[in-house]
């Protein structure tokens, strides 16, 4: 079988290091909020851009985190993508708001920057556009809307480590930035961790507090926060990764050329778009095809690993049914949902194993 993703490749080739500093975090008797964890918010920072970064729990936490720091709760709104990770809308939900869904581009898959502000009222409080599958959202549009009307624009970022919109990297743009280190992620460990990056350091300082239980000074706690914090083997690890992401990335978009070369003619197939002035990262190489379930069976039969992102939008969410949504209200994503399906894309996936891909990708034509 050859694999969705390869994430056994990929830390197996710098196991040495990953195991040398495992050591080394052991030894120091230091495991949570340590200097580790400080010099990864301090070199992420500086990547995209930014004054501050907070290493938390999760991409999932640093959503909710960012958004109780903004003061955002009960009776407040934020608009988002209704074709992307649950966890975008959950974060919202989680603080008492309620997730308003804009329909996406049909070819870049990110929220129509252009009919956000139909959908603002005056309980609008943020923008959370989601920088899917590695391609950034159409960012100068968003923010100028934001600026408009007063809103908070909050990157989700977290499939697009590395990507750049107009020779920006993602996670500088916004207001603020979430990121995920999920082990499948372009820049993953091998658990669960996340990161905030953001200019704005009243922000950061009610984000770091809320992440140790709403607390400045130890036993001291000026209200209900989380225990939302990344340990320092994770720390480590995304250290070592760190030095490697633009490689892996290079390598992604290298296959992914291959893929683009080889199957975009193909009857019933349509690649992904890429916006020329942005970098896409490739997190997921993601194909329109018509029969998909025929597709995933076929794939299957020889061999060929392939996953559905998404199959269920999240306004159909049976979590979001109060909210009166419906089929048909959101097209284009409903449309993504029942067509789109990854192949396989890593950064050490081979020449060789592209080439079978691309084989059994073509030996479809009699289904699509």
């Not at 990344?230 to 296959?255: G, P, V």
Request: aromatic share 8%; net charge negative; hydrophobic share 40%.
């Amino acid at each position: 079988m050859i694999p969705l993703i390869n994430l056994k490749k990929q830390f197996i080739s710098i196991q040495e290091e990953i195991l040398a500093d495992i050591s080394q975090v052991i030894e120091s008797g230091s495991y949570i909020l340590g200097p580790k964890g400080e010099e990864l918010e301090k070199q992420i920072a500086a990547r995209v851009g930014t004054t501050e970064a907070i290493a938390v729990a999760n991409g999932t936490d640093a959503l909710v985190l960012t958004l109780e720091a903004l003061g955002i709760g009960e009776g407040d709104e934020v608009i988002t993508s209704p074709f992307t990770f649950f966890a975008t809308a959950e974060a919202i939900t989680r603080t008492g708001a309620t997730p308003v869904f804009v329909d996406v581009d049909s070819a870049t898959f990110n929220i129509k920057a252009d009919t956000i502000a139909d959908k603002i009222t005056p309980a609008t409080k943020a923008i959370i556009p989601v920088h899917l599958f590695g391609q950034p959202a159409d960012m100068d549009a968003i923010m100028t809307t934001a600026s408009k009307h007063g809103l908070k624009v909050i990157e989700d970022a977290c499939q697009a480590f590395g990507a750049q919109y107009k020779e920006r990297e993602v996670g500088g743009i916004g207001d603020a930035a979430c990121f995920s280190f999920f082990p499948t992620k372009n820049l993953g460990t091998i658990g669960d961790g996340g990161i905030i990056t953001t200019s704005d350091e009243a922000l950061a300082s009610e984000i770091r507090k809320l992440r140790v239980h709403g607390s400045n000074s130890k036993y001291y706690h000026e209200k209900s926060g989380y225990n939302s914090r990344l340990d320092e083997i994770h720390a480590a690890i995304l250290l070592i990764c760190l030095k490697y992401i633009d490689q892996w990335n290079s390598q992604r978009r290298l296959a992914a050329s291959r893929y683009d070369n080889q199957l975009a003619q193909l009857k019933g197939i349509e690649t992904p778009f890429k916006k020329a002035d942005r970098m896409h990262t490739y997190h997921l190489y993601s194909l329109k095809v018509h029969n998909r379930d025929k597709a995933v069976s076929y794939l299957a039969n020889a061999q060929i690993g392939s996953g559905v992102y998404y199959p269920c939008c999240l306004h159909l969410q049976e979590a979001y049914q109060d909210l009166g949504y419906q089929q048909g209200d959101f097209p284009i994503a409903e449309q993504l949902s029942e067509s789109l399906l990854a192949i396989p894309m890593h950064p050490f996936l081979t020449e060789e194993e592209q080439n079978e891909v691309i084989a059994a990708i073509k030996g479809m034509d009699d289904i699509l």
